[in-house]
């Protein structure tokens, strides 16, 4: 496998973590890491939270040394203030930055960030060429497709950041309007692709080793990132480089006992950071993921929803290896 750079940041690997809200803490990007992703990025951090000197975004800034390469994700509308978080980030030596053009929950574009900024490309422009003017890592940025399909503007905005000064730029294959759910348009993202000369990272619906090749043929993308698809599943990682690097070999997929193994380590991690409540709370849908194919899956992700312990945890694990290996 050849080497994957971003501005002077080397990638591990061709396949990197989507930073997902309520997701991609710590404990979840050293899981990711281990199993061989190539790059992780933070939960998104409100510009304006830490203008304020928000703790709790202070806190979704701490990077260690068992996720790198590591960005920071920030987002906002305001250039100024959005330079102002990048030098706040930078406090926590991150490898690169990474700028939110592309959120479309409604709390989030509502207030003209995340995906609302694509209606305004020549805002995009200025916020990536004030971040980049304070911030000594490479600087990247996140997009959609566009607002909607009459406003497909995913090339237009990509070569703005890019004459901005970004170092990469990441487009989701869906319109702010389509949030997740309609098939992702790949052609829009080798368009982005054909248009600039910096790296295009490939992100939607990405969900298995065999997707992940067929989208970098499709797009001709540099990188490819994965999300939603490594909830309870972080050895896609591994799967996927595996199979770039030689698809004649078989993929090896986890025991069980395997799987909830790297589950109570994750959630046992999360407990170590954060403290056992307030990790448990946030632990129950990433527990529900390991659930995903087995026998009696809706029950265990019903159960998982009311864990608030770690024994309880442990619990479910015994309950489910026991109901599934009958």
């Known amino acids: 496998m050849g080497e994957y750079k971003i501005g002077s940041v080397v990638l591990k690997s061709r396949a990197v973590l989507a930073p997902m809200a309520g997701v991609s803490d710590r404990a979840y990007r050293e899981l990711c890491m281990k199993f061989g992703a190539g790059l992780c990025i933070s939960e998104m951090v409100s510009s304006k939270a830490l203008?304020?000197?928000s703790k709790k975004?202070?806190?979704l800034m701490d990077i260690s040394d068992f996720e790198r390469?590591?960005?920071?994700q920030i987002f906002?509308?305001?250039p100024d203030c959005m330079a102002e978080a990048a030098q706040r980030a930078m406090q926590n030596n991150p490898d690169l930055i990474d700028i939110n053009m592309g959120c479309p929950a409604p709390k989030i574009s509502s207030n003209g960030s995340g995906s609302a900024l694509m209606r305004n490309p020549q805002l995009c422009g200025e916020i990536v060429s004030r971040v980049v003017s304070v911030s000594n890592v490479p600087v990247?940025?996140?997009?959609?497709?566009g607002w909607d399909d009459e406003?497909?503007?995913a090339v237009e905005v990509a070569k703005i950041c890019e004459q901005a000064g970004a170092s990469a730029i990441t487009v989701h294959g869906r319109?702010?309007?389509q949030y997740y759910k309609p098939p992702v348009d790949y052609d829009i993202i080798r368009a982005v692709k054909n248009a600039v000369k910096i790296p295009v990272i490939a992100n939607g619906d990405i969900d298995s080793a065999e997707k992940a090749k067929s989208v970098i043929e499709k797009t001709g993308c540099d990188i490819i990132m994965v999300g939603r698809a490594t909830l309870g599943n972080p050895w896609i990682f591994s799967q996927i480089n595996s199979y770039l690097e030689n698809p004649e070999e078989p993929l090896r997929f986890p025991t069980l006992e395997e799987k909830f193994d790297v589950m109570v380590g994750h959630i046992e991690k999360m407990v170590e950071y954060k403290g056992e409540h307030m990790a448990l709370l946030q632990a129950r849908k990433l527990v529900a993921g390991y659930f995903k194919g087995m026998r009696g899956a809706a029950s265990l992700r019903n159960e998982a929803g009311r864990i608030s312990t770690l024994q309880d945890l442990y619990a479910l694990k015994d309950k489910a290896l026991s109901a599934n290996l009958i």
């Not at 990247?140 to 497709?145: D, E, G, L, N, P």
Request: proline share 4%.
């Open 151 to 153: 406003n497909a503007n």
């Open 51 to 53: 203008s304020f000197n």
């Open 175 to 177: 319109t702010r309007m």
């Open 57 to 59: 975004s202070e806190q």
């Open 140 to 145: 990247t940025v996140k997009i959609r497709k």
């Open 69 to 72: 390469p590591c960005g920071i």
């Open 76 to 78: 906002g509308d305001d």
